[in-house]
């Protein structure tokens, strides 16, 4: 069984939404992150930098923190979504998200949807930078069925649930068709739908 520290944010539901694809039983703790519970001493001896989500596999006894290496850890113990023939791929769009797509848009979160009117220049500088990323994955999209190749991968996990923010990017995602369509396809799949609203049944998956 899996425990699942996590709260309702893109980090989080990466991690739920992992979990219903593989179809592994998982429990969820939340972790109250307005009320500062990362903090907490117990909390930091399994998360170090203080940040959700993180795993603990009581089977095996292992925790693991970082995304990112969640996912790793889940698609290696499933043998789902992490082809080996594919995996310097998957690797690179996974990375490219950890360090680029969800740090981005997460400071145009910031910026522009909750403290807009502070500061002119961030809200310029992540406005544009999420405008590119939504571009550059179109792009990427345009030949392409999903971000590593013709298969939904752990890359595919990362960032979806990034662009699932698109409304508070305001950058108009059905202008982008190869991003849209893979969009689309994903908020199909059961447990996308499923992990999406781990922490509020009632949430749904917005439409482009
Ligand atoms: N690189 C980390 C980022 C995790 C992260 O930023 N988590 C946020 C919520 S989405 C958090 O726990 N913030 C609380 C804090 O930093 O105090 C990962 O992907 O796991």
Known sequence: MIE???ANTPNGKKISIMLEEIGYEYKVTKV????????KPEFKKISPLSKIPVI??????????ESGAILIYLAEASGMFYDKQNRLEINQWLMAQMGYVGPMLGQHHQ?????PGKSKFGEERFFKIAERIYAELDERLSNLKFLSGNNYTIADIATFPWIARHEWHDIGLAN???LTRWYNDISKR???IKGFSFMNKNEVILKP
């Open 111 to 115: 910026f522009h949807h909750y403290n």
């Open 4 to 6: 699942l520290f996590s």
């Open 176 to 178: 982008y068709k190869n």
């Open 190 to 192: 059961d447990a996308v």
């Open 56 to 65: 603990i596999d009581h089977k095996n006894n292992k925790t693991v923190f």
């Open 32 to 39: 109250d992150l307005g009320k500062g519970e990362q903090f």
